[in-house]
């Protein structure tokens, strides 16, 4: 986990790291990371994810859900 003290948004020192479900959206549909742990400040919302809550995301992400399907249906395709 990065360490980071300061908000780059608003300077807060009241920036923390949090441990929560989290909800993305992806072409006007929801997902959910479970427990994801990421920055988040109380003074200006800004939320900040290191490299292993962004891979966490693309895992749960329908964007990469489509591409693995496109990719079987490619495979599909040509066999
Ligand atoms: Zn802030």
Redesign the pocket.
């Known amino acids: 986990m990065i360490q980071i003290t300061v908000?780059?948004?608003?300077?807060?020192t009241?920036?923390r790291t949090v441990r929560q479900d989290w909800t993305g959206k992806f072409q006007g549909r929801l997902y959910t990371v479970p427990s994801l742990e990421f920055y988040e400040?109380?003074?200006?919302?800004?939320r900040i994810y290191d490299r292993e809550a962004m891979r966490r995301i693309e895992a749960h992400s329908p964007a990469f859900a489509i591409r693995h399907v496109e990719k079987k249906a490619h495979v599909k395709a040509h066999a």
């Open positions: 908000c780059p948004s608003c300077d807060s009241e920036i400040c109380p003074d200006c919302g800004e």
